[in-house]
T-cell receptor
Framework: GESVGLHLPTLSVQEGDNSIINCAYSNSASDYFIWYKQESGKGPQFIIDIRSNMDKRQGQRVTVLLNKTVKHLSLQIAATQPGDSAVYFCAENEQDDYKLSFGAGTTVTVRA | GAGVSQSPSNKVTEKGKDVELRCDPISGHTALYWYRQSLGQGLEFLIYFQGNSAPDKSGLPSDRFSAERTGGSVSTLTIQRTQQEDSAVYLC????????????FGPGTRLTVL
C-alpha cells in the first residue's frame, strides 16, 4: 500500500485537556482505518476504527474523524489522562486486503 | 491467557546465527500476521496466514526470513544468518478472519543482533 503518515511526531498535552492526533494517508483505495495505542514494551492496542463510508465514530473518550476528500484521519482524546501517554499509530488497509499499513507514530506525553 | 503470546520476549544473538521466534495466537483466530518494528518506526508487514491457505510472504525482506504455521495455530518466524539490520521488535497479531477484522497484537520479541 501507499504510505500512511502522521503530521507531528510528538505531542505534549496538559492533563485534562483534549488531544488531537493527526494522520495523513495517500492511498485513495484505503477502506478501513484504525488507531492503535502502544505503551512502552507492549504491543499495539486497538483504540477505535472507522470505515470509509463514515466520517465520524465515537468511543469512550475517543473520537475518530475521517476526511476522505483530503485523505486525513484524526483521533481526538477527551480529558487526557496520564495513562494516555503512549505512541499512537494510525493504520489502514484496502477493501478485502488484510495487510495493515502503519504510520510512523505520534508520541503523546501528558503533563500533570 | 486470552491474548496473543510471543516468546522469547528478548533475544540477543550474534551476527550469522539463526533465530526462531514463536507466536501463539488467540484461540479460534484463523488469521495470523507478523510485523517488524524498528526503533522509533511504525510497523512493517512481513507475512500473513489465513486458515489453510498459502501464506502471503510478500512482506518478507529477504530469503533469510521464513515462517510456518503448524496446525493452524502456533507460528514460528525464522531468521537465518542474522544481520545487524535485523535488530527490531517482531510483533505477531491474530484476528478472527479475513480483511478488516481487528488485529490483536502480542507483546513482541525484541531481537538484538550483535
Amino acid at each position: 500500500g501507499e504510505s500512511v503518515g502522521l503530521h507531528l511526531p510528538t505531542l505534549s498535552v496538559q492533563e485534562g485537556d483534549n488531544s488531537i492526533i493527526n494522520c495523513a494517508y495517500s492511498n485513495s483505495a484505503s477502506d478501513y482505518f484504525i488507531w492503535y495505542k502502544q505503551e512502552s514494551g507492549k504491543g499495539p492496542q486497538f483504540i477505535i476504527d472507522i470505515r470509509s463510508n463514515m466520517d465520524k465514530r465515537q468511543g469512550q473518550r475517543v473520537t475518530v474523524l475521517l476526511n476522505k476528500t483530503v485523505k486525513h484521519l484524526s483521533l481526538q482524546i477527551a480529558a487526557t489522562q496520564p495513562g494516555d501517554s503512549a505512541v499512537y499509530f494510525c493504520a489502514e488497509n484496502e477493501q478485502d486486503d488484510y495487510k495493515l499499513s502503519f504510520g510512523a507514530g505520534t508520541t503523546v506525553t501528558v503533563r500533570a | 491467557g486470552a491474548g496473543v503470546s510471543q516468546s522469547p520476549s528478548n533475544k540477543v544473538t550474534e551476527k550469522g546465527k539463526d533465530v526462531e521466534l514463536r507466536c501463539d495466537p488467540i484461540s479460534g483466530h484463523t488469521a495470523l500476521y507478523w510485523y517488524r518494528q524498528s526503533l522509533g518506526q511504525g510497523l512493517e508487514f512481513l507475512i500473513y496466514f489465513q486458515g489453510n491457505s498459502a501464506p502471503d510472504k510478500s512482506g518478507l525482506p529477504s530469503d533469510r526470513f521464513s515462517a510456518e504455521r503448524t496446525g493452524g495455530s502456533v507460528s514460528t518466524l525464522t531468521i537465518q544468518r542474522t544481520q545487524q539490520e535485523d535488530s527490531a521488535v517482531y510483533l505477531c497479531a491474530s484476528s478472527l478472519g479475513l480483511g478488516n477484522n481487528e488485529q490483536f497484537f502480542g507483546p513482541g520479541t525484541r531481537l538484538t543482533v550483535l
